[in-house]
């Protein structure tokens, strides 16, 4: 079983970035496939982006290709989500999952992850 921490959220105008950290402990994240999702308030929960379980596939969400990027170290046992030109639209509580399945369509459907972290909120304003 892994835990799942993340950090690195908060306020941030328009325009901004941030880099949220998801740390995981019990088991190593090269075990499982890894995401980002979000939820706002009101909506339910959006994949953000993922990375499989060797790193080599990484969808993202049509809303944030080309300005978020996620990355992980295997040695740090963290799994990172890099966003920049922050917008209105990515206020949201941000979660990271880890799930033991593998595939596009696993990685990018929240029903599939069986772990998640508390999640850390991220704010954009004007």
């Known amino acids: 079983q892994v835990h799942l921490v993340e950090s690195g959220g908060g306020s941030v105008q328009a325009g901004g970035s941030l880099r949220l950290s998801c740390v995981a402990s019990?088991?190593?994240?090269?075990?499982?496939?890894m995401a980002w999702f979000r939820q706002a308030p009101g909506k339910g929960r959006e994949f953000v982006a993922g990375?499989?379980?060797?790193?080599?596939?990484?969808p993202y969400a049509d809303s944030v290709k080309g300005r978020f990027t996620i990355s992980r170290d295997i040695a740090k046992n963290t799994v990172y989500l890099q966003m920049i030109s922050l917008k209105l639209d990515d206020t949201a509580v941000y979660s990271c999952g880890a799930s033991d399945r593998s595939g596009y369509f696993v990685l990018i459907t929240a029903n599939n992850y069986d772990y998640w972290g508390q999640g850390t909120q991220v704010t954009v304003s004007s």
């Open positions: 019990g088991r190593t994240i090269s075990d499982y496939a």
């Open positions: 990375i499989s379980r060797s790193g080599s596939l990484t």
